[in-house]
């Protein structure tokens, strides 16, 4: 049986080929699962996320213990809902950090907590603290969703990415890729999508009509995806303009954008 293993560092990347210098194709966050497939050499595993994603990732980002790694799947059952989050070892900004976390990050609560702070542990039972308004509860891939709750959530998901800077394979705050955006927002609500920008009905993404698309719902082009926000909008990750930006369908808007005008294809998973 494959070993599984935590993610134990801010990002976990996942290498298209062996090397640390190798081009990316995606990264996983702090506290999620990967299931080893193959051990390489130079302490290289390669991997499949718990989103169904295959790389390459060092030994040095993995914590690869498949009964820690289940009790911590059941037990780890919130997340940062924050961009950029410091762990602190004691409850005081004015502590030291013990681990830098990013939006999406997988965490366990002790249960303690000391005014505005709750307690957290680490995979490696390292104990620190982070602000409470900076948690939310984790939602589980099965777990049952109300339709326009999560058409509504996804956006506001990826709303929260606006600005970020686009990172090739990026996943995070930290930096992020149109399909990053696009997978991340969906994942943190609950649905497994696939991480590349393509429709694959496997993953519950079902093609549909321009005239039948609903906020939440993707755009495609070749090599690229978007979420759309209503009101002819979308919002996407693109090198054209460094990052995450909202633009157009509609010609009459100031930030449409003509390249992208002609959308291939639109999906859904309702």
């Known amino acids: 049986m494959n070993k599984l293993a935590i993610i134990i560092d801010t990002i976990g990347p996942l290498k298209q080929e062996i090397g640390f210098d190798k081009e990316a194709a995606d990264e996983s966050v702090f506290g999620r699962l990967v ?19 295959r790389g390459y990732v060092h030994e040095s980002y993995l914590l690869i ?7 911590w799947d059941e037990e780890a059952n919130y997340i940062i809902n924050w961009g950029i989050v410091d762990v602190m070892k004691e409850p005081k900004y004015q502590s030291y950090n013990i681990k830098l976390l990013t939006r999406g990050a997988v965490i366990k609560l002790t249960g303690n907590e000391e005014e505005n702070w709750a307690e957290v542990e ?6 620190g603290w982070v602000r409470k308004e900076l948690i939310g509860k984790r939602i589980k891939p099965g777990t049952e969703i109300d339709e326009n709750s999560f058409r509504k959530k996804v956006v506001e998901t990826a709303l929260t990415y606006l600005g970020t800077q686009y990172r090739w394979g990026g996943k995070t705050p930290l930096g992020i890729d149109c399909s990053g955006l696009a997978s ?6 609950g649905v497994i999508i696939y991480r590349d920008a393509k429709i694959k009905e496997e993953f519950g993404m079902k093609r549909i009509t321009r005239d039948q698309i609903k906020i939440g719902d993707l755009l495609y082009w070749p090599g690229h995806v978007a979420i759309y926000i209503g009101n002819d909008k979308y919002i996407h990750s693109t090198g054209a303009s460094g990052g995450v930006v909202i ?23 309702f």
């Open 122 to 127: 680490l995979p490696n039972d390292e104990k």
């Open 247 to 269: 633009n157009s369908l509609n010609p009459e808007h100031d930030d449409y954008r003509e390249d992208l005008a002609d959308v291939k294809e639109f999906g859904t998973v």
């Open 35 to 53: 299931t080893i497939l193959r051990e390489e050499r130079d302490n290289w595993y390669y991997v499949e996320t718990d989103y169904k994603y």
């Open 65 to 71: 213990d498949s009964e820690k790694a289940k009790k």
């Open 184 to 189: 991340i927002s969906y994942l943190i609500n």
